[in-house]
């Protein structure tokens, strides 16, 4: 299976890229793994919304020109459906079974998602409630992956 994060911006400390580094690593056991970053957009402290749907439209664009029509579009959303790690697993197990060799994990930049993206989601992703930085949702992201992959082979990482 293939498997593509787009992120919206750089991950700029060295113990992120440490931890994504070792994650792209571990799964290189499981999936073709292949991190996009598209450039974020500066963001203004006191933006009005139609600045905001501005920035949202322009990284949406860049977002798109990475996404393949016969992939499975995960988009990662705060207000998404939330999932045990068992259930995640479950899920990029069944897409598999069912013939999708190809999922795409889209991660927002600080403003979030444009529109133009959430559209092509199959599906919405959260990790809580709570609002993780997007350099670190990066990491939890593979590390949950690569936790997915680990159930579906019955390993005992997961413990
Ligand atoms: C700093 S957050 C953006 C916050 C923005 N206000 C929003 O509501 O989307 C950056 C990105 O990280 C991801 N993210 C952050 N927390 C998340 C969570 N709890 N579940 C799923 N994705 C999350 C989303 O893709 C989000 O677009």
């Known amino acids: 299976m293939k498997i593509t994060v787009i992120a919206v911006g750089k991950v700029k400390e060295t113990y992120l890229n440490d931890a994504i580094r070792e994650y792209q690593k571990r799964l290189g056991a499981y ?3 292949e991190i996009v970053e598209v450039a ?4 203004l402290e006191h933006a009005s919304e139609a600045q905001e749907r ?6 949406a664009k860049r977002i798109l020109k990475h996404i393949k029509e ?3 579009i995960i988009t990662l959303e705060i207000g998404g459906k ?3 790690s068992e259930e995640l697993a479950a899920k990029i197990e069944g897409l598999g079974v069912q013939g999708t060799g190809h999922l795409i994990f889209i991660i927002g930049g600080s403003v979030g998602l444009g529109k133009e993206v959430l559209d092509k989601s199959d599906f919405a992703l959260s990790f809580s409630r709570m609002t993780f930085p997007h350099q670190l949702m990066r990491v939890i992201l593979l590390e949950q992956i690569y936790r997915s992959f680990r ?8 413990k």
């Open 31 to 33: 999936c073709r793994l």
């Open 40 to 43: 974020d957009e500066k963001t």
């Open 54 to 59: 501005m920035i949202l439209s322009r990284e």
């Open 70 to 72: 016969d992939a499975c």
């Open 82 to 84: 939330q999932l045990s």
């Open 151 to 158: 159930i579906i082979q019955g390993a005992p990482y997961h």
